[in-house]
């Protein structure tokens, strides 16, 4: 017999035993998670709220709950600057012998852009950490392929100058820390070399 068919099997008999000496077999409601680098995650099950800190890699409500009683593990409220999902989060407890969700965080991103001036022949690399992003001639404005992560800094500079012209990201406006939303007040000015 199959492994995963000896699962029901083990967690019925495991029930019936139990409910032979009297008892009714209950359950941990936990899990595992990855990625939460920022505080402020608060999980749900019913009525049931738990706060999970920053770092963690398991959880477990207080409650334990009965065999046949519906679980659902949702979110009262996501991470600071992060979006977390749920998989394995509901179900009804004795299906199989512990329930066990998995919450995967990740840092929100957003894009980083502006606006370009005097641009009038292609040639214009611009490029923050490892992302280079070309900026075709007569371009107003741009936006720099790949997001950057929230908190993170970001840096936009000339990568490639276009021919005949020096352009130019303008003294404190290339560089900062990014926000919960996306940057477009970046400026790039070109002029005859």
Known sequence: MKLSCLRPLAALLLTLGLAACGGKASYDVSGTISGLNNEGLILANGGESLPVA???TSFTFAKRI???TEYNITFKQQPAHM???ISGGSGSAGHYLNISA???CSQNTYSVGGTVSGLTVDGLVLINGN???TVAKDATAFT???PVADGTTYNVSVFTQPKGLLCVVQQGTGVGTMGEANVTTVKVACNPA
């Open 83 to 85: 979006t977390c999902s």
């Open 54 to 56: 920053a770092g963690k």
């Open 66 to 68: 009965d065999y046949g």
């Open 131 to 133: 992302t280079q992003t």
């Open 102 to 104: 998995f919450v995967s």
């Open 144 to 146: 720099m392929t790949g």
